[in-house]
C-alpha cells in the first residue's frame, strides 16, 4: 500500500460524500438535487451489500443477520466510534454514540449534506446483502438525534449467536472482509458520479467536477487520482472476482 492510500480514513469518505451532494443541491436545486444524491446512496448501498454477500456465499455462510453483522466492510479505530447493543434477543437495537461521518460533517459545516447520505445507506446495504432482511433506522446523530438508533429484526442475538458473531469477526471472514478506504471512496465516487450524471445531466457533471476539484485542493492530487482510479469498476462483485 503507497504512503498515499494509507492516509485514507473515513474522513476522505465522509467529505467527499458532503462535497458531492452539496455541489448536487447548489447546481440543480435542492429537491432535484437531493433526490439524485438519493438515488445514489441507495445504488451505492446495494452494491456494498451485494459484495458482501458475495463474500459470505464464497466462504459458505447464510445470509442470515448475524453473518451481516459479522460480513462488515469498514473499520475505523476503536476511539472514533462508539457502539453498542441496546437490546438483544429476536429484534436486536444498535445504538451509535460516536460516529466518523457525522463528526466530519460537523466540524467542516457539512451537516446538511452529510445527513443525506444517513437517511438510506443502512436499509440499502441490507437490501444488497439480503433483500429479505428487515431493518428500522429510528434516529440518528446527522438529524439531530442523541444517538443512532437502529432495530434489526429478526436477529435472534442470543448466547450462541453473540459467540457465533465474535468467532466470525475473529476468524472467518475476521479481517479478511474489510477493504481498504481507498476502495471504499473510490466505490463512493464512481457510483455517485455516474448517478448523479444519470440523473442531473450537465449539472451533475458539473457537480463531479467541482466536488472532485475541492476534494484534489484538500487532499493532494494524487489522493483524487487514486480516487478517480476506480471508476468503471463494478463494484457489487467481489474484487478480482470476473462478471458472470
Not at 453483522?69 to 473499520?75: H, I, P, S, T
Not at 454514540?97 to 447520505?117: A, S
Not at 478506504?181 to 449539472?203: N, R
Request: glycine residues 10%.
Amino acid at each position: 500500500m503507497s504512503e498515499i492510500d494509507a492516509a485514507f480514513s473515513a474522513g476522505h469518505h465522509a467529505l467527499l460524500f458532503a462535497w458531492l451532494a452539496r455541489e448536487a443541491l447548489t447546481l440543480a436545486g435542492e429537491e432535484e438535487g437531493e433526490a439524485a444524491v438519493r438515488h445514489a446512496v441507495r445504488r451505492y448501498g446495494r452494491e456494498r451489500g451485494q459484495r458482501m454477500a458475495a463474500r459470505c456465499r464464497a466462504n459458505g455462510h447464510p445470509l442470515s443477520m448475524i453473518n451481516f453483522f459479522a460480513y462488515g466492510e469498514w473499520q475505523v479505530p476503536r476511539e472514533q466510534m462508539s457502539s453498542k447493543f441496546g437490546r438483544k434477543g429476536a429484534d436486536a437495537q444498535m445504538l451509535t454514540y460516536e460516529c466518523p461521518w457525522h463528526r466530519t460533517w460537523q466540524t467542516n459545516d457539512l451537516l446538511p449534506y452529510g445527513r443525506i447520505y444517513c437517511l438510506d445507506i443502512d436499509e440499502a446495504v441490507l437490501a444488497g446483502f439480503n433483500p429479505d432482511l428487515s431493518m428500522a433506522v429510528n434516529s440518528t446523530l446527522s438529524s439531530g438525534g442523541p444517538h443512532c438508533a437502529f432495530l434489526f429484526h429478526g436477529a435472534n442475538l442470543n448466547l450462541a449467536n453473540v459467540f457465533l458473531l465474535l468467532y466470525r469477526r475473529s476468524v472467518r471472514p475476521g479481517k479478511g472482509a474489510v477493504m481498504p478506504w481507498p476502495y471504499h471512496t473510490g466505490h463512493l465516487y464512481s457510483t455517485v458520479a455516474d448517478v448523479l450524471v444519470e440523473d442531473l445531466g450537465a449539472a451533475g457533471r458539473r457537480a463531479v467536477a467541482s466536488a472532485m476539484a475541492e476534494f484534489a485542493g484538500w487532499y493532494g492530487e494524487a489522493a483524487a487520482r487514486a480516487v478517480k482510479s476506480y471508476r468503471g469498476t463494478d463494484f457489487s462483485i467481489l474484487p478480482g472476482a470476473a462478471s458472470a
